[in-house]
């Protein structure tokens, strides 16, 4: 089945504790993305990735890293959460067009 | 820069139609729908090119004027499934493939 999967679904830590959420899809697909999702303000786009090795930042990358080493993967890492990162976050990968979501990872930063 | 939507939400009955609007400032070359369900991923509804088409299946369609920098989608004799919150994305011509950007979001409720 086509999917993209997010791991882990549900995080609580503490602020300062660095981080990482996986995303992985089986598509091969080349365009892969990170959104945070807050009340109000819909999707806003962390970084995305047009290939391996090829990242650029998105409307929102203060706080965030992110790394395209294979095709399948690529992960959001928070190096120092704060409190102002707790949200809704998607992975999201495509061909042309068609988005194709991830579940979701829901992130509590203490 | 964010698409604008309107209305912000709209509420209605089983078998009414509905017309969810996004405008953006600067020229597009494609704009997307989505949806989502509450609790769920957003889910891909259709994209329309620059060219003015309109595309649409079973009673979901959409329009895109590429002059006007808009694009409208259509729900006709809505459905309970229906419900749920919209979301139009751009794409600017000026970077292709690049910095995609999603609208706020329209939240559709359908009761019976």
């Known amino acids: 089945e086509a999917q993209v999967t997010q791991n882990p679904r549900y995080l609580i830590t503490v602020t300062g504790k660095k981080l990482t959420v996986t995303c992985s899809q089986n598509?091969?697909?080349?365009?892969m993305s990170w959104y945070r999702q807050d009340p109000g303000l819909g999707l806003r786009q962390i970084y995305y990735s047009m290939n391996v090795e090829v990242t650029d930042k998105g409307d929102v990358p203060e706080g965030y890293k992110v790394s395209r080493k294979e095709k399948r993967n690529f992960p959001l890492i928070l190096e120092s959460p704060s409190p102002n990162q707790t949200s809704l976050y998607f992975c999201a990968s495509s061909k042309r067009g068609t988005k194709v979501f991830g579940p979701g990872t829901r992130l509590t930063v203490l | 820069q964010q698409p604008v939507q309107s209305p912000q939400a709209v509420i209605l009955r089983e078998g009414e139609d509905a017309v969810i609007n996004c405008s953006s400032s600067k020229a597009l070359y494609s704009v997307h729908w989505y949806r989502q369900k509450h609790g769920e991923a957003p889910v891909f509804l259709m994209i329309l090119l620059k060219g003015g088409e309109q595309k649409g299946h079973d009673k979901i369609s959409a329009s895109f004027n590429e002059k006007k920098q808009q694009s409208s989608l259509y729900l006709t004799a809505s459905q309970l499934s229906y419900s749920g919150t919209y979301f139009c994305g751009t794409e600017g011509s000026d970077n292709y493939g690049q910095n995609f950007v999603f609208g706020p979001g329209t939240r559709l409720s359908v009761l019976p």
């Open positions: 598509m091969n697909h080349e365009y």
